[in-house]
């Protein structure tokens, strides 16, 4: 049954009162004194008036209607929604790290500066990058980062033809959004019937006007690149950079590093590999990391170590500048260190080895029910087409809808592009057996609603707080202001 809620103002009644106080003891004058008599309300202000345990069930209903990894699996692929261990959490509201001022003189910070050192340690031998830059807010601001430094790093050789990049087809959308952003050209590699990119068209591809080559690895697809060395010489030989889109690092920790495979630029989601929090417009981190022969070019400031002191280096002469205030989301940086810390080298490479043990699982089982068009051990994440069923008459959208109707954060859908009714699903590595058994049984209770009645599916979901909404008038003219008496 669907829950139907009014809004706090519905639920008002005049003279309620969620508080008792002792009457004012203060003469009235008094605050005319304090706050001139123009600058204070004319009419009270229209609050609603409910008594305590009104206000209480009322918001505790509303965060109920919320889903996150802390209420149930939640396989949303390209995402990494593993859960957030509660100690990370812990370590960013220690009083030194929570109450610091950005501004405080540089001795009474040591403790945080070597935090931002020993981070960037870890995420240097994570990936083989030479150094790190903690600035950038999220995965799309490090790709942002990313492509500034090699911009400047074309131009600062004198080398201004190169306006183009290269991006595969299986790409997050953010990649071709950053490509314009940065005022570059997209060019489009397509991917060959393993789903992976096309080695040939990409040698065609590449030329003296293209300035990186943008990949992730393992793809969206959750496959591996595995003609990566030979796709970096392509690109290397004709002056070109690469670009490492680290969305997908939570399936290769511990195993292989882009350093390695020949990638330049690299930028991390610490929100998904490092399990800092996700989504919901807060601060996230996208550090990005370069190697040897693009440090000049890193935002200001890094952090250094001198002795047994820590400082700030602000000397990189050819430096994008500042991407983000301060030193970026510190915060997060405490959270990412702190998952780091606790995993240790062996345990982020056991993620990463659950991550894909997971994910193969799952695809076994769902393969028995849905059609898996790149059938071939996956990394962290699989996509299923659920074109035969849309064919029935209830696609990918109308099974996410089911899934939330059964209590499943529903997979990612409609994406990557090149896959028709995509479901793409990423279990993560913190999900037990059980609970991916539960997916697939609901998966396959799905795909038996399907046949019986179609038709009902495609109109669901019924027990959500809210029905089917118009997706686009959500997304383009969202109403997310209550109005009194508008309706
Ligand atoms: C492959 C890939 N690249 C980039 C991004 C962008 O990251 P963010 O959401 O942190 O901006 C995502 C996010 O889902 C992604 O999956």
């Known amino acids: 049954m669907r829950k139907s809620k009014a809004l706090i103002f519905e639920m008002s009644r005049s003279g309620r009162r969620g508080y008792s106080l002792p009457s004012c003891d203060v003469p009235e004058k008094l605050v005319d004194e304090l706050l001139p008599r123009k600058m204070q309300r004319s009419e009270p202000l229209e609050l609603p008036e409910l ?92 790709e942002l980062t990313g492509l500034m430094i090699i911009q400047a ?5 004198g080398d201004h033809k190169r306006n183009k990049v290269l991006i595969p087809l299986s790409a997050h959308g953010t990649n071709p959004a ?50 990566i ?68 070019f890193l935002p200001v400031p890094l952090v250094d170590k001198k002795g047994d002191e820590y400082s700030f280096d602000y000397d990189l002469p050819n430096s994008i500048g500042k991407v983000h205030s301060f030193y970026g989301n510190f915060g997060v940086a405490v959270k990412a260190y702190t998952y780091m810390r606790m995993m240790g080298a062996e345990g982020l490479k056991q993620a990463s080895t659950d991550a894909v043990i997971n994910a193969n699982y799952l695809m076994s089982l769902l393969k028995k029910i ?17 074109k035969p069923e849309k064919k029935k008459g209830a696609g990918a959208g109308d099974i996410a809808k089911a899934l939330l109707d059964r209590n499943f954060h529903p997979p990612t859908v409609y994406f990557p592009l090149i896959v028709e009714e995509a479901l793409m699903i990423e279990p993560t590595d913190t ?44 997304a383009r003219s969202p109403v997310l202001r209550w109005e009194k008496d508008k309706d």
Not at 431 to 456: G, P, Y
């Open 229 to 296: 060395i030979p796709m970096a010489k392509a690109v290397h030989e004709a002056g070109g950079l690469l670009y490492y889109d680290g969305a997908n690092l939570n399936a290769i920790m511990g195993y292989a590093r882009p350093g390695d495979m020949g990638f330049d630029v690299v930028h991390l989601n610490i929100h998904k590999t490092l399990s800092t929090p996700h989504g919901g417009g807060g601060p996230g981190g996208g550090p990005v990391g370069v190697k040897e022969r693009l440090i000049p």
């Open 431 to 474: 999900e037990a057996k059980e609970t991916i058994d539960a997916f697939a049984t609901v998966m396959e209770q799905i795909s038996k609603d399907i046949d019986e009645d179609a038709e009902k599916v495609a109109h669901g979901p019924y027990n959500t707080v809210v029905g089917r909404l118009d997706e686009v008038r959500a």
């Open 370 to 386: 849905y059609h898996v068009p790149y059938d071939r051990i996956c990394k962290h994440e699989f996509v299923v087409s659920a």
């Open 178 to 227: 950053t490509v314009s952003m940065a005022g570059y050209e997209v060019v489009q590699v397509p991917c060959d019937d393993r789903g992976l990119v096309d080695l040939e068209a990409l040698k065609e591809a590449v030329d003296d006007t293209t300035a990186a080559l943008m990949l992730t690895n393992p793809s969206t697809l959750g496959l591996f690149e595995e003609e």
């Open 51 to 142: 008594s305590e345990v009104d206000i209480i069930r009322h918001f505790t209903e509303l965060s109920t209607r919320n889903f996150g990894v802390d209420t149930g699996f939640y396989p949303l692929g390209s995402c990494t929604m593993k859960y957030n261990p509660k100690v990370n959490e812990d370590a960013a509201v220690l009083p030194g790290f929570a109450l610091m001022h950005p501004c405080q003189p540089l001795e009474t910070v040591q403790g945080a500066l070597e935090l931002l050192y020993n981070m960037e340690r870890g995420l240097k031998e994570l990936t083989a990058m030479d150094r790190f830059t903690m600035q950038p807010a999220a995965g799309a601001h490090g």
């Open 153 to 157: 790093y074309h131009r600062h050789r």
